[in-house]
């Protein structure tokens, strides 16, 4: 996790990343996607990895949401190897078909790329994540997948190791040895 940013960036595929915005901390589940603003620093954060420009709507928020709630859905379903809802399914396909690349216009007689509008750049960005979503579960990491092992952890991860059991084990993977080293010490008392 990157300690001067406020999201839990993993280095894990973005969809996942954007998922792990739900976060638990003292026992209450926390939206870190709170807002609009919000939404802003995370598109800065993965600016790397995911193309926008501009401020975003309170359309934009919402809709990312809502594909974050279709994507957590479908990796629960993927992990479970149970059937997702249909709505998570649709929610997911409807992203991917959604429109939001540059178009090229004529003016006069001169032919120019115009950008695209606040509509297509955002179903731009929800296509690129469902895409990414399709990617991990459908990829050769798809059995892969994993929530951390810490029970008040809700972040999730790509098991590269078969032995990986937490999300970070500079976070969780400590937080459990530590409680263990305190657990054998107070037996040992």
Known sequence: MDPTSRFPLLGEPLSLDLV???????????????????LDAWLRAEAERLSWSGAASAADWLAVRALRA??????????EETRPTATALAQLNAALAAPGRSRLVWTGRQPRLAPPGARARRGAVLQQLAADAVAVLTGPQAGRLRRCANPDCVLQFIASNPRRR????????????????????????
């Open 20 to 38: 792990n915005l739900c976060v638990r901390r003292n026992g209450a589940d926390i939206d870190l996607l709170d807002s609009p603003a919000a």
């Open 70 to 79: 279709a994507i957590a859905e479908l990796f629960r379903a993927r992990r």
């Open 166 to 189: 937490w999300c970070s084990s500079a976070l969780c993977g400590n937080r459990a040895r530590v409680a263990r080293h305190y657990r054998r010490h107070r037996e040992a008392a």
